[in-house]
Structures are given as C-alpha cells and as structure tokens.
C-alpha cells in the first residue's frame, strides 16, 4: 500500500513539474511575442465614429504602456484595441442612449473596467 501511495505521489510530482514547465515555455512564447508586437494601435482613433475620450484607460496606459495593460486585463495595447474597435459602436449606443443622467464613465473606460473584472475573476 505504501508502494502505491509513493507512486502515485511520485507521478503526481511529475504530472505538477510537466505543467509547470508548459506554462513557462507559454509565457516566454508570450514575452517573444508582445516584444515583436508593433506598439501602435490597429485602427486610427479617426475610424471611429465615437473619438470620445477614454481618461482611465490612458492614463493606465500612460504608466507603463503596453506592460500595464497586459497586467492588468491579459490583453496588449492593441489587442484591446483590436476589442475596441469591433465592439465600439454597440457599447457607445448602449452607454449614451436614453433620458436622464449619463455615466460619467466612457464606454471604452467601461471595456477596460469588464477586461480587468474578468482577469481578476479568472484568477
């Protein structure tokens, strides 16, 4: 029984130390890839039909750029970009349509807030 227990203990340890490794050659592929990455944004900021600003998310960008971003939602600059951009003119009618008061939150400050929620939730 002891044997058993010593095995399966053992092949657990190999099991911990294989996933371990794999996760570590992911997040190098992932650093190799963000440094090859180019830093400007996909769409200019003229393509959309909102140029609202968006003060939260710049100045979290403004910190560190890309790196802060990444830390804080998973998502590069222009991955979240690349989000923007394609769910942009949904969220911006949803956020500013109707009576009454506004938040003061933009709705692109809003994608950020959600991709930051769903990183700390995943965590």
């Known amino acids: 029984m002891s044997q058993e227990i010593t095995q399966s203990s053992t092949s657990?340890?190999?099991?911990?130390?294989?996933?371990l490794k794999v996760l570590g050659e992911i997040q190098e592929n992932r650093g190799e890839e963000m440094a090859n990455t180019p830093k400007e944004a996909f769409h200019e900021e003229s393509d959309?039909?909102?140029?609202?600003?968006?003060p939260?998310?710049?100045?979290?960008?403004?910190?560190?750029?890309?790196?802060t971003l990444l830390q804080m939602?998973?998502?590069?600059?222009?991955?979240i970009d690349h989000l923007w951009h394609c769910c942009h003119i949904?969220?911006?009618?949803k956020f500013t349509l109707g009576q009454?008061?506004?938040?003061?939150?933009?709705?692109?400050?809003?994608?950020?807030?959600?991709?930051?929620?769903?990183?700390?939730e995943i965590n």
């Open 48 to 54: 959309l039909e909102n140029n609202s600003a968006a």
């Open 12 to 19: 657990s340890a190999a099991k911990v130390t294989h996933a």
């Open 73 to 79: 939602t998973k998502f590069n600059y222009c991955e």
């Open 100 to 120: 009454g008061k506004n938040t003061g939150v933009s709705p692109k400050d809003i994608l950020f807030i959600v991709l930051c929620v769903v990183k700390a």
């Open 56 to 67: 939260l998310f710049d100045r979290f960008y403004d910190i560190r750029g890309s790196k």
């Open 90 to 93: 949904v969220l911006t009618k």
